[in-house]
Nanobody, 117 residues
Framework: QVQLVESGGGLVQAGGSLRLSCAVSGNTFSLNAMGWYRQAPGEQRELVAA???????NYADSVKGRFTISRDNAKNTVYLQMNKLKPEDTAVYYC???????????WGQGTQVTVSS
């Protein structure tokens, strides 16, 4: 059973930083493509950043230069470092794991990020 547990969300002032973590258990973490998504109230869930098993990354235009995704295969964890946060970054942030070669996708429960102006 694959489980994802996010942590690190909270309330921060505009311009501040947060680091989200997503710990994965139940499969071979190094073979997962990992992604961070977010969903604001009344909005669709959107991709924020992704990293594949070879450490290739991609970012939404709205976060390029401010957010950094990384992974630690020894700790089965993916991170999202968020700097220069803006009120429009306020959302529930979700972690997703997609084992390469599989049609399965696994989601975490989400962590709230609130940026005050």
């Amino acid at each position: 059973q694959v489980q994802l547990v996010e942590s690190g969300g909270g309330l921060v002032q505009a311009g501040g930083s947060l680091r989200l973590s997503c710990a994965v258990s139940g499969n071979t973490f190094s073979l997962n493509a990992m992604g961070w998504y977010r969903q604001a109230p009344g909005e669709q869930r959107e991709l924020v950043a992704a990293i594949n098993p070879s450490d290739s990354t991609n970012y939404a235009d709205s976060v390029k230069g401010r957010f950094t995704i990384s992974r630690d295969n020894a700790k089965n964890t993916v991170y999202l470092q968020m700097n220069k946060l803006k009120p429009e970054d306020t959302a529930v942030y979700y972690c997703k794991a997609h084992p390469i070669g599989s049609k399965q996708e696994y989601w975490g429960q989400g962590t709230q990020v609130t940026v005050s102006s």
